[in-house]
């Protein structure tokens, strides 16, 4: 008589954490990091020294983790009718509503306590910084295109990369914001958006089929039959509106090499999501932080004493 198999034991808190926050999938915090280090290296002119690009690296991987528990309370009951999300902890229960928010609440206490090494400016974006972040989740059932909402969120770091470096230690007014976070900094900001609204509306064209069942909004449903060609054109927005700036700023070969390894990455991507196969999209998703990477390099290298 054979022995009775053994009982698998259950995954660990810590596990389960790691699960919560897609430690596995760095994809996520990567593609915040490129533009917020990008736009970092362009407000200090160059490197912008060891703390703030620990406090900025740091940040970006705390926040985006703690976005990821928020996101996974408030579509825990949309999550468990789409195949790639049902197992997420939350979903399947093995974490509660309340476990999931404490860990998204620490983590977020964490990131805070980076922001508060420093200036008064940073320290107040961080609000409605947070504000969007939270937000978004909640986003996709009052707006037709909720990776717009998505955008920002994943924008808000470039204001901040400039407030951190231009800010000072003084007031936090309106007038020192002005002075601090130039119109082209903005500008990177609607730049990055683009970019935002190109991949992950490639990540919702993934799962398209099974937001309609569910009755979600998203750009690929919005967009219909023009999501192919509606992706290329925000990559292009995207970027035209960094290059333009770049230039501008005096960037040049270094920097055009960058964008120049991104628009291929971007023609590739066309390939891969013209037939709107799941695998296809999900694939031009999870790579497109080398997009970034390439544009963040070409400013470090145009950037670095010669």
Known sequence: MSAAPAQAHPPSRL???RQLIRWDRP???LLLLWPTLGALWLAADGFPGWHLLAVFTLGTVLMRSAGCCINDVADREFDRHVKRTAERPVTRGAVSVKEALAVGAVLALAAFALVLTTNALTIALSFPALAIAVAYPYAKRFVSM???VLGVAFSFGIPMAFTAVRGGHGAWDLAALNTAVPWWAWGLLVGNLFWVLA???EYAMVDRDDDLKIGIQTSAITLGRHDVNAVMSFYVLYLLTWGS???????GVPFAAGLAAAAVQ???HHTLIKDRSRDGCFKAFRLNHWVGFA???GIVFDL???
């Open 295 to 297: 544009v963040f390099a």
């Open 199 to 201: 991949y992950d509306t």
């Open 15 to 17: 596990t389960l954490y």
């Open 27 to 29: 994809a996520g915090w």
């Open 266 to 268: 971007v023609a590739w």
């Open 245 to 251: 700036i770049g230039f501008e700023q005096g960037l």
């Open 304 to 306: 670095s004493p010669h």
């Open 146 to 148: 909720p990776q717009a």
